[in-house]
């Protein structure tokens, strides 16, 4: 079956450091891929998405590409700041979907410090 | 801008009680979603709906159920809550069609039962 798995986190860095969180999914066909980010006390919100292999994603400094190699699609960014910190969320919808049903992956914290 | 609310931010409710969460969005999105979320599995799918009135099972439907008598209204109802219900809900709407992989998040229901 379809299914998204995320790095472990949390992940703590300093404020400008490189950031990485690692996605990897399992799908039949050819998904979109997706992250979404938590801010707290808040729902979840869009980030960036892509929708087709070689596909980058880009937002607010972050980015993602689509590998379908290595079914990967790691979120990046080169320098984080204290208002990164928050709960990111892989996810995939599957090509074959016809509902808008989307898988999550089990979230990394991130946790910047000044 | 798209707005999802959800009737309470926190909830505390005894065991065996019915309990109702209401979401309401204002954009005329025809998918609307249950999820909940738990540290360390992410967001798991409930229920979601695709029009008025219908609703098909997520990933874990037992000890739930949901209504949907209008466009803009999501419903999901603990039939007899139980300690194991104790999470976070989030509802979320998007629209059908080649967009319909956007969803758009409420702030969340924090729901304790004791």
Known sequence: GNSVTQMEGPVTLSEEAFLTINCTYTATGYPSLFWYVQYPGEGLQLLLKATKADDKGSNKGFEATYRKETTSFHLEKGSVQVSDSAVYFCALRAGSSNTGKLIFGQGTTLQVKP | ?114
């Open chain 2, 1 to 114: 801008d798209v707005k999802v609310t959800q009737s309470s931010r926190y909830l505390v409710k005894r065991t065996g009680e019915k309990v109702f969460l209401e979401c309401v969005q204002d954009m005329d999105h025809e998918n609307m979603f249950w999820y909940r979320q738990d540290p360390g599995l992410g967001l798991r799918l409930i229920y979601f709906s695709y029009d008025v009135k219908m609703k098909e099972k997520g990933d874990i439907p037992e000890g739930y159920s949901v209504s949907r008598e209008k466009k803009e209204r999501f419903s999901l109802i603990l039939e007899s809550a139980s300690t194991n219900q104790t999470s976070m809900y989030l509802c979320a709407s998007s629209l059908s069609g080649p967009d319909q992989e956007t969803q758009y998040f409420g702030p969340g229901t924090r729901l304790l039962v004791l």
